[in-house]
Every structure is written in structure tokens, then in C-alpha cells.
């Protein structure tokens, strides 16, 4: 069984602070883990993924998140907010990328000007 | 560009009747296909999984007689909402897993639909 768990629904950051979104995870087979990016009214956009290999994964628009096992957590991290990050972030769980995946519940980020 | 389409992206429809929604996997075949639902402000919700050729699994609770899924092929899946209700008015959205050029087998989410029921 798989499962997501993301702490704060909403999280406000100004403009060019560091952006910290917290993903933990739950598997019973080694994870495959995503982070999604929705904008209001449109489809879902990977920012990255972890399959295997290397923990720290650089997505696109300057994110990323590291895979910790012992911590089962895979926070999405950007040093510098900027005003087009605002956006509802998803963290996903998967047995495998072609695989049913198992959404958290999201995150709201804010961005402050 | 794109590579899972979904058509219609917005529909309104009167209560009673039936929609249909596409999902297309573009330049790849989608051995498996699923579909999503999503309500305002919350997360994705699997509704089902279908494999071309074969009937949907859907997940419990959700109304196999009402959401009617058909994998006619490995390029399409339709969703049909059969007499619609407001409470039906959602994001639906889904995903396809296939191989895109050579590469690994990985999932393609679609741009989703909006559906409100009158």
C-alpha cells in the first residue's frame, strides 16, 4: 500500500525566499516519487521525479527535492520564490512510473510581492 | 508539446444527460490508461484504470454503471458520465502509460476537463 502525506495546505513565502514543501511518503515497495506543479484551471506539470540513482533531483523552473529513506520524505526545495511559482504543487507515490499513483492532498503556494 | 490530449476541455451540460470525454495518447501507445477526478480545491482522486481491450477496475465507490469507461484502443479512452448531476461537476483527468520514443515506461497525464452540470 501506498500513500502521501503533505504538511500544510498552504504556505506563503515572499518574493525571492526559499520555497519549502513538505512530502512524506508511505510504500510497501521501493517508491517511485513525483512532484506535480497545477496551475489554476489547467492539467498537471511534472517538476521532477525520483526513480533511482542519485536522491537529489533537479527538476525544471529551479526546483528540487531530495529522496531520504531513512526519513520517508521527499520535500520539494527552491532557494529564490518567484511570483509565477504561485501555484497548487502535488507530491505523488508510485510502485512505478507506469504505475497507479497516489496523490497528497496538495499544496497552495503563495507567493508575496 | 503535448503528448496525452483530452477533448472537450470544458463542458456544461443540463442535468440528465450524458457526456463523453476523450483522452488521447498522442505518437505512443497507451497500454493502460487512467482516469482522475478532482474537486475544487483537493487532490486527485483515481477513479478507475483501464487496459486496452478489457473492462475497467474501478475503485470502490465509484459507480461503474454511472462513469462508463471504454479503451477501444491503444491511442483512446472515453469516459461517459451517464445522466449527469451537479454533484458530477468536476476536474476529470487522465494519464496514459506507454513508452514515448524508445524511452521507459512512464505516465502521461492529460490537461483534464472541466465538467459543470446544470
Known amino acids: 500500500a501506498q500513500s502521501v502525506t503533505q504538511l500544510g495546505s498552504h504556505v506563503s513565502v515572499s518574493e525571492g525566499a526559499l520555497v519549502l514543501l513538505r512530502c512524506n511518503y508511505s510504500?510497501?515497495?521501493?517508491?517511485?516519487l513525483f512532484w506535480y506543479v497545477q496551475y489554476p484551471n489547467q492539467g498537471l506539470q511534472l517538476l521532477l521525479k525520483?526513480?533511482?540513482?542519485?536522491?537529489l533531483v533537479k527538476g525544471i523552473n529551479g526546483f528540487e527535492a531530495e529522496f531520504k529513506k531513512s526519513e520517508t520524505s521527499f520535500h520539494l526545495t527552491k532557494p529564490s520564490a518567484h511570483m509565477s511559482d504561485a501555484a497548487e504543487y502535488f507530491c505523488a507515490v508510485s510502485g512505478g512510473t507506469g504505475n497507479q499513483f497516489y496523490f497528497g492532498t496538495g499544496t497552495s503556494l503563495t507567493v508575496i510581492p | 508539446g503535448a503528448v496525452v490530449s483530452q477533448h472537450p476541455s470544458r463542458v456544461i451540460c443540463k442535468s440528465g444527460t450524458s457526456v463523453k470525454i476523450e483522452c488521447r495518447s498522442l505518437d505512443f501507445q497507451a497500454t493502460t490508461m487512467f482516469w482522475y477526478r478532482q474537486f475544487p480545491k483537493q487532490s486527485l482522486m483515481l477513479m478507475a484504470t483501464?487496459?486496452?481491450?478489457?473492462?475497467?477496475?474501478?475503485e470502490q465507490g465509484v459507480e461503474k454503471d454511472k462513469f462508463l469507461i471504454n479503451h477501444a484502443s491503444l491511442t483512446l479512452s472515453t469516459l461517459t458520465v451517464t445522466s449527469a448531476h451537479p454533484e458530477d461537476s468536476s476536474f476529470y483527468i487522465c494519464s496514459a502509460r506507454g513508452r514515448l520514443r524508445g524511452g521507459t515506461d512512464t505516465q502521461y497525464f492529460g490537461p483534464g476537463t472541466r465538467l459543470t452540470v446544470l
Open positions: 510504500s510497501s515497495v521501493p517508491p517511485y
Open positions: 483501464s487496459n486496452e481491450g478489457s473492462k475497467a477496475t474501478y
Open positions: 525520483y526513480t533511482t540513482g542519485a536522491t
